[in-house]
């Protein structure tokens, strides 16, 4: 029976990854995305022994609604983040299969989806105390959606330093800084007392609407060029400003409605 829980944990990552490595045009050996699934996956045992002593610093430090900001943006959202982005830019970025725009958004969301793969069992198997198939399925049109989306991003800014040459330390920066704000504000708006739950379906709604575009972008690019090897022109700070700006709007919105409450 547990079988079947991990199955069904492990179904919507497994059907995304296909989908988002269909959009290729120049597909990656499935070799090298799936040893940057298996990096995401084992991203989850360094960071088990990071989160107890985040825990403990969390709790001697802060209280009520500023935990429940510090648990999300820092101890969830960034420790996870940034260790997808270690996949990405010290593993992927350097092999020699690295050749073109697309190929950060590969890796990028195979590394997500390795994280995600082992967080969602977890869920699935322990959350409710027992394993449940409820969770699994809210969690394959949230959570594992919320890595997919965060991935591209990180991919997309991945892509602009390194085949743009342009903003490259700036654009390194917001590939770890913008999916940490989208996830940290999804996950603070799921526990925070202050801020609606719903605000997780508007980040979920904003990250779709950005991936269509960068997808939307690079395809053109990918038919449009004679060598996938060239520089792809592309708005270097587009994506950089639209996210940044609405997120700020989301967080100063947030505190303006607990500063009234």
Known sequence: MYFLYICSALLPVILILIYIYKKDKFPEPKGVVFLTFILGCSTVLAIDYIIPVLDNFGQKNFRGETYFFYDSFIRAAFLEEFFKFLVLVFYCARHDEFDEP????IYGVAASLGFAAIENIDYVLKY??????????V???????MHTFCGVL????????IFEKKYNFLN????????????????????????SSYFADIVLLILIIRTY???KELKKAQITKK??????LIDTLDVSK?????????ILFNYFIGFLS
């Open 227 to 232: 060598t996938h090897k060239k520089y792809y």
């Open 172 to 195: 390194i920066f917001l590939a770890l800084f913008v999916p940490v704000m989208f996830h940290g504000l999804y996950n603070y708006s799921l526990s925070s007392n202050i801020l």
């Open 154 to 161: 990180m991919g997309f800014l991945i892509t602009l330093s």
């Open 128 to 137: 409710y105390k027992e394993p449940s198939f409820t969770m699994a399925i």
């Open 102 to 105: 697309m190929d950060a958004i």
């Open 242 to 250: 639209i996210s940044i700006l609405i997120l700020s709007i989301l």
């Open 213 to 215: 575009f960068v997808f």
């Open 139 to 145: 969690r394959a049109f949230s959570a594992v959606p």
